[in-house]
């Protein structure tokens, strides 16, 4: 079992920069991927980026250039530092861990990750 707390989140003015960190409870070789995923008020949730276990990463074209995900193996923490932040990147924020063998082929699809944190709230105001 994997327990993962997401913090980092708060308000920033468009422009602005946030780094997200993820703290797991116990990261080690089952976790084959982490990920970080959003939700906006009536929308679906979506997949911002991912990371597997060999370092490859993925990313979603909205935040593509602006966005860089990491982890500290040694901290099991996993983190996504967000720059030049956007209006439509308000969301809450949701960090994921994935231990199926095949996460790695659905880094930023909700069906590759099976434990998930509380989530963190970004505002971004124009």
């Known amino acids: 079992q994997v327990q993962l707390v997401e913090s980092g989140g708060g308000s920033v003015q468009s422009g602005g920069s946030l780094r997200l960190s993820c703290a797991a409870s116990?990261?080690?070789?089952?976790?084959?991927?982490m990920g970080w995923f959003r939700q906006a008020p009536g929308k679906e949730r979506e997949g911002v980026a991912g990371i597997d276990s060999t370092g490859r990463t993925a990313y979603a074209a909205s935040v593509k250039g602006r966005f860089t995900i990491s982890q500290d193996n040694a901290k099991n923490t996993l983190y996504m530092q967000m720059n030049d932040l956007k209006p439509e990147d308000t969301a809450m924020y949701y960090c994921a861990a994935g231990s199926y063998s095949y996460c790695s082929s659905l880094l930023l699809q909700r069906p590759g990750y099976n434990y998930w944190g509380q989530g963190t709230q970004v505002t971004v105001s124009s």
């Open positions: 116990a990261y080690t070789h089952s976790s084959r991927c």
